[in-house]
């Protein structure tokens, strides 16, 4: 064998064969890719006649009738059972049983992992035996070399001096290199019957060097799951302190299984984090929960870290998602906190509201319908709670058909939505709407499109004073209110070669005619935050949600610019409307719809290849062009190195506090690879609103809130990262400062 893996290494490109020069001598354990083909997969025609048979073949054959012996040289191939064996020369003892077999070695067993040796003896079953210089690669993925290795008979393979490791052994040249990680034991049994790899004695060595000693353990090298230790997490906080997190997974069947996470802190009171998942042939549904008890303020406003007192604090979080039929589904969220910053604190998640939702739904080729309730529990400083809407429920049912008559297309929708608030304003509103659309294309090759829209809704709130700003409360008791609107919109392309492409010029123009309706005595819950932009610049209703309808007669224009080029392309809209009528628009100022003449308003979007993004969408005053919003998104470079830049500024010249108020902020992120398997990366976002803009913003026109830099090596079986998280703002207990993270996963390990 020796001879074969000499003469193997002749043909080498140079590089590879400095290596091996330069490379610290071999363990004893080679996990290299041997020179040997694999047995080629048994046939029908290889399938003996009964279990107890061996098929083979070979170059030539020698029997000692005498002794009982055969010996066969020359691609010899013997199939027993599922066990299959090839190598140069095998020796037969019929009257013991004894295989002995020499010269490029490979076993294969019926779950497709192939053992490799200088010299294997077996019994003739092929099923058990001991093999010097044993590499097993394993059907899922893995290998494992030893010195000695012994197969019984139930498939078990026990290897002394042995070494595992799922990662490349050879380069993208072929070169031979070490492996990223690898574990060398004492004593390693592997089981193919539970797919996992048992250890006595062992140690992970990371990039060729030992480090820590680990205890006996095991772990799967299958696609599916085991109990055991998952990835360690440690990471470090100004607030907690330094923490370690060691989840441990516990198998409860195929397709169920809970996860205990015990989060050790320097700090603070250690927290449990449990998680159980289940999965079944309709759906899965996941619950993970949080618990401890720490020092917290009621009064987020506080600066006095010592104003806290103790408290059990916690965390639920949980989603369901089950598909019935290929028609019906349900779906379900749930996330409760104690507090406002038990998530901020403990670094589970950034964000100031958390929804609870549950869905019903059915969608079919031309219906819908879906009865949901939401319930949002508040994180903000100075929201109160009481404040926040518990929608249950809303029902939702839509229906599209043919008028049959003319080729016009119906939509009919009923919606039903009962909102109530504990310490604020209720309402319950329903509504039924019919739609009718009519396409048709002229001779000319103009897009042509008849609208007609009807709707009646019925509304009861109680309470409305209990809502500060008096546009949204509407009158309290019963309400009625009748919506009607007519349109036609007209598109006429143009399509023309264009340089090495195509372009295409679309002039569009729309006339929307709608009554006065009432509009102030309505509750308004879902169409608060309305702004122009080019998504509803055609729109038939620019208010978002159902509570406001825009009841003016207006005409709008634009035009949307596409050019298509090898690896490039360029899409442009561009538009304005006019009221029609001299009646008082029921807009806010700042919207840009306020007046007469809208302001301008566009989107352009860029695409070069699969390295540049580029989208810009803006809205320029009508009287000056000033930038009224100005928001980029642009992605720039590869998978491997790249950068994300992102600014919106909204400048809405308005001096009214609303829901969707002036801004101004910068994001940015990025990833910089330097070598094969390593990299830098990085984000940032600076708050840039200043109290001129806003006037309850408390930035100062350049106020980062937080930042991220970190590296990273990741390959094909390894990931080591550490990286460093600053935040700027502190929130009651959730303080700012400096966190360190730590990131370590091993491939087949704690997963």
């Known amino acids: 064998m020796k001879g074969h893996h000499h003469v193997s290494r002749i043909g080498l490109p140079f590089g590879c064969a400095l290596a091996i020069v330069l490379a610290a001598p071999a363990l004893a354990q080679d996990l290299g890719d041997r020179p040997v083909p694999p047995p080629a997969p048994a046939g029908a025609a290889d399938a003996p006649s009964s279990d107890n048979q061996v098929r083979f073949s070979a170059a030539a054959l020698d029997y000692d009738y005498e002794a009982d012996i055969v010996t066969a040289t020359g691609d010899v191939r013997m199939v027993r059972q599922g066990e299959r064996l090839r190598a140069n020369k095998v020796v037969w003892n019929r009257k013991t049983g004894k295989v002995v077999a020499t010269g490029d070695i490979a076993v294969a067993n019926p779950q497709g992992d192939i053992a490799y040796g200088d010299q294997i003896e077996l019994t003739d079953s092929l099923k058990d035996g001991v093999v010097d210089n044993m590499l097993v ?14 197969r019984e008979e139930n498939g078990t393979v026990r ?150 007192q103790r408290a059990l604090r916690g965390y639920i979080d949980g989603t369901l998602r089950y598909q019935f039929t290929p028609e019906w589904s349900a779906s379900a969220s749930l996330r409760l906190t104690t507090d406002r910053t038990f998530l901020r604190r403990y670094g589970i998640s950034r964000d100031d509201r958390l929804r609870n939702t549950a869905s019903l739904q059915r969608i079919g080729t031309n219906s819908y319908f ?41 939509d009919l929708q009923v919606n039903t939505l009962a909102l109530t608030r504990p310490a604020g304003q ?227 010249d308005i001096t009214t506090v609303e829901d969707l108020r002036d801004r101004e902020e910068a994001r940015v992120a990025g990833r910089l690879q330097f070598a094969r398997f390593w990299s830098v990366f990085g984000s940032a976002i600076v708050d840039l609103t200043n109290r001129d803009e806003d006037p309850l913003s408390l930035a100062d026109g350049f106020d980062p809130i937080r930042h991220r830099l970190g590296v990273e090596y990741e390959d094909d079986c390894l990931r080591l990262g550490v990286s460093w998280r600053r935040d700027y703002r502190q929130i009651g207990d959730a303080r700012k400062g400096n966190n360190f993270l730590l990131t370590l996963a091993f491939t087949n390990l704690g997963r």
């Open 137 to 150: 690669v394993l059907e899922q993925g893995g290998r494992l070399a030893a010195v000695r290795g012994t």
């Open 370 to 410: 879906a009865l949901t309730g939401w319930a949002v529990q508040t994180l903000r400083v100075n929201d109160a709670q009481g404040m926040q809407p518990i929608a249950l429920p809303e029902i939702d049912w839509r229906n599209r058909f043919s008028d049959g008559l003319i080729g016009g297309r119906f």
């Open 159 to 308: 290897l002394d001096r042995a070494a595992y490791t799922p990662c490349a052994v050879e380069t993208a040249a072929g070169c031979p290199k070490e492996p990223s990680w690898k574990i060398t034991a004492v004593r390693v049994t592997y089981r193919p019957d539970r797919q996992r790899v048992f250890y006595d004695g062992a140690r992970i060595n990371l990039f060729g060097l030992p480090t820590l000693p680990l205890p006996r353990f095991s772990h799967p090298v299958g696609g599916g799951s085991d109990s055991g230790l998952l990835s360690p997490n440690a990471q470090y906080s100004r607030v907690n302190g330094l923490e370690l997190a060691l989840p441990y997974y516990i198998r409860l069947a195929p397709n169920r299984g809970l996860t205990l996470t015990p989060h050790i802190y320097s700090g603070v009171l250690p927290m449990a984090d449990v998680a159980y998942e289940q999965l079944s042939e309709t759906g899965a549904f996941r619950l993970r929960g949080y618990l401890t008890e720490s020092r917290r303020s009621d009064d987020l406003n506080t600066t006095d870290l010592g104003d806290t």
């Open 426 to 652: 209720d309402t319950q509103r329903a509504f039924t709407s019919l739609r009718w659309d009519l396409r048709r294309l002229t001779t000319w090759g103009q897009e042509v499109t008849f609208t007609a829209f009807a709707r009646g809704d019925a509304y009861n709130a109680r309470d409305t004073l209990a809502t500060t700003v008096a546009s949204y409360r509407g009158d309290a008791g019963f309400q009625g209110r009748a919506i009607g609107a007519v349109a036609i919109d007209v598109q006429w392309p143009f399509i023309g070669q264009f340089a090495w492409g195509t372009q295409r010029l679309t002039p569009r123009f729309q006339i929307v005619a709608a009554p006065r309706i009432k509009n102030f005595s309505i509750p308004n819950e879902d169409s608060r935050a309305v702004d122009l932009d080019d998504a509803n610049l055609f729109a038939l209703n620019r208010f978002p949600g159902y509570d406001r309808f825009e009841d003016s007669t207006r005409a709008t224009y634009g035009a949307q610019w596409a050019v298509d080029l090898p690896g490039f392309s360029l899409d442009a809209v561009v538009g304005q409307s006019y009221r029609l009528t001299q009646r008082e628009s029921i807009l806010p100022d700042g919207t840009g719809l306020s007046d007469r003449w809208s302001d301008y308003v566009g989107r352009t979007e860029l695409r070069f290849r699969d390295l540049v993004s580029v989208i810009h969408r803006y809205r320029l005053d009508k009287d000056g062009f000033a930038v009224r919003r100005n928001e980029v998104d642009a992605t720039l470079g590869s998978r491997s190195t790249y950068a994300l830049i992102g600014y919106l500024k909204l400048n809405r």
